[in-house]
Nanobody
């Protein structure tokens, strides 16, 4: 059973930084694509960034490009999201997601989310 556990959220002032981590367990993730999504209050969930477990094929939403960096640590089985130059519009619950590239077109494993609040 795949388990994803996010950590690293919190309250930060505009212009600050946060680093989110997603600890993945339950199977070998070599064929998985990992992603971060977010959902603000009253808003739809939106894609933020994604990376293959191999470390290649990185993609970002336009809102994240240039400010956020996604990476993965194979030794620790974590996927990280470094977020810089945060602004209040980044306030949301951030979710880690995973899918097996071979068998799934949609992300079918989700973490419980971690709250990020950016104050102005």
């Amino acid at each position: 059973q795949v388990q994803l556990v996010e950590s690293g959220g919190g309250l930060v002032q505009a212009g600050g930084s946060l680093r989110l981590s997603c600890a993945a367990s339950g199977r070998t993730f070599s064929s998985y694509r990992m992603a971060w999504f977010r959902q603000g209050t009253g808003k739809q969930r939106e894609f933020v960034a994604a990376i293959n477990w191999s470390g290649d094929s990185i993609s970002y939403a336009a809102s994240a490009k240039g400010r956020f960096t996604i990476s993965r640590d194979g030794a620790k089985n974590t996927v990280n999201l470094q977020m810089n130059s945060l602004n209040p519009e980044d306030t949301a619950v951030y979710y880690c997601a995973a899918r097996d590239i071979v068998y799934a077109r949609e992300y079918n494993y989700w973490g419980q989310g971690t709250q990020v609040t950016v104050s102005s």
